[in-house]
């Protein structure tokens, strides 16, 4: 009974002691750190100052590659090997907050941080509610979040307008992601009716007694020569385009 009520006793202290204030009464010597020069990193500093001034009152400092001390924020670094692309891992260990990701990662890690632990809810330009408090904790956190999804887009034009709307929400354009922007209505794209349409008109679709070579019109899937050709040519793509695993082959 008494070795069980010691291990809950550390258990409690360990996680008292990993809370954070990054606020108290008005007041602040926190910093924000950024340690590496991804742009994303600036942009996660940028956010989580922009928001945490909206909840205190209090503007916490920028500053880059500094050595953090207990009750600091560092944003970007090393990320947890359990992190995947776009996948992200924050922190308090150390009484230190940490906020780390891949590519878009860490601003999806500082959005996690102001949706999950401060109650922040954010619809669009100018339009979001918070609560306001001179008093800035957090709890014990180790958290490490991986997307469900590649790719998340909307058609909604705040996508354009709106930089924080795109952040909040986890959306991309098909422009960041899809090589060589083949996203939608690609195979004329890939095999080009204005190359391929007169003299392999067998290669596209065949209704109403005849082949349709257009640039709007679809291919014969059964012809084993097309497979051969898009599958040559989707290599030569994403070959060009090392950074992208994505694009579509898709009817026009």
């Not at 260990?93 to 990701?101: A, E, F, H, V």
């Not at 960041?176 to 067998?202: N, R």
Request: hydrophobic letters at 35%.
């Amino acid at each position: 009974m008494k070795h069980w009520l010691l291990s809950v006793l550390l258990v409690v202290c360990g996680t008292v002691s990993a809370q954070i204030t990054l606020v108290k009464d008005g007041k602040s010597s926190a910093r924000i750190i950024v340690q590496d020069k991804m742009p994303n990193s600036k942009t996660s500093a940028q956010f989580l100052q922009r928001f945490l001034t909206e909840i205190s009152g209090v503007a916490l400092p920028i500053e880059n590659d500094k050595t953090p001390r207990k009750g600091d924020i560092l944003i970007g670094g090393q990320s947890s090997a359990e992190v995947t692309e776009d996948g992200f891992s924050i922190s308090t260990q150390d009484g230190i907050l940490k906020i780390s990701g891949k590519e878009n990662g860490v601003v999806y890690g500082v959005v996690t941080l102001l949706e999950q632990y401060w109650g922040i809810d954010y619809w669009g330009e100018n339009e979001y509610s918070l609560t306001p408090s001179k008093t800035v904790n957090l709890p014990f956190i180790n958290k490490v979040e991986n997307p469900g999804f590649r790719y998340r887009q909307t058609q909604c034009y705040a996508i354009h307008t709106d930089s924080i709307y795109k952040w909040w929400n986890r959306l991309e354009e098909p422009n960041e992601v899809f090589a060589a922007g083949y996203w939608v209505h690609t195979f004329d794209k890939l095999l080009p009716s204005s190359i391929y349409g007169k003299e392999h008109p067998e290669y596209y679709s065949y209704f109403k007694g005849k082949r349709h070579p257009g640039k709007a019109s679809q291919w014969c899937l059964s012809n084993p020569e097309v497979f051969e050709i898009v599958a040559q040519r989707v290599d030569s793509i994403f070959k060009a385009n090392p950074d992208k695993h994505i694009m579509s082959v898709s009817q026009n």
